[in-house]
């Protein structure tokens, strides 16, 4: 079964403010934990992570910036 448009939209909204700033610090724990690379590994590290916390979430925000597609038609007076 597939989910809503609106419930894709909240999901959506409740990974961004709550989801993305865990992952963030979960990342810089583990990153301060570790000895520090050259900064080119470390931008390489930070740009691969940031990528990657999306990929499980692709098919949430796919299309949440358009309109609601179940949405009944704007009517015209």
Known sequence: MAMG????KRLALVILLVGLPFYIGAVWGIMGALDR???WVEFLVYVGLGFLWMLPFRFIFRGIGR?????PP???D
Do not use: C, F, H, W
């Open 74 to 76: 704007a009517q015209d």
């Open 5 to 8: 448009y609106r419930v894709r």
């Open 67 to 71: 309109a609601d597609p179940d949405a």
């Open 37 to 39: 690379p050259p900064i």
